[in-house]
């Protein structure tokens, strides 16, 4: 079974920068496509950006050209760089990982979450 650890969160003025990062550890065959998704407070799960593992990108028009997601392989990571992060930037923040074990079967993994906050 596989768990997705992430770190990086915190309280961070407005304008200000983070970055999360999010490893996958346990055993398991591979990690395919890997996001961040986030739920604000009385707001439904959005995604934030995805990232496939040819390293194609997708993001939400609300976080385009402030916030970056790459990934590393040989570390089994993906992170989330974000820039000029505003109020309503603030949120729990969550991994996911399309993983494949090791039957060859697949299965979406998600982390614990890790709260962003945006404020003066």
């Known amino acids: 079974q596989v768990q997705l650890v992430e770190s990086g969160g915190g309280l961070v003025q407005p304008g200000g920068s983070l970055r999360l990062s999010c490893a996958a550890t346990?055993?398991?065959?591979?990690?395919?496509?890997m996001g961040w998704y986030r739920r604000a407070p009385g707001k439904q799960r959005e995604l934030v950006a995805a990232?496939?593992?040819?390293?194609?990108?997708n993001y939400a028009d609300s976080v385009k050209g402030r916030i970056t997601i790459s990934r590393d392989d040989a570390k089994n990571t993906v992170y989330l760089q974000m820039n000029r992060l505003k109020p309503e930037d603030t949120a729990t923040y969550y991994c996911?990982?399309?993983?494949?074990?090791?039957?060859?079967?697949?299965?979406?993994?998600w982390g614990q979450g890790t709260q962003v906050t945006v404020s003066s």
């Open positions: 996911n990982a399309r993983v494949e074990n090791n039957h060859r079967v697949r299965y979406d993994a």
């Open positions: 990232i496939t593992t040819g390293g194609s990108t």
């Open positions: 346990g055993s398991f065959f591979s990690i395919n496509d």
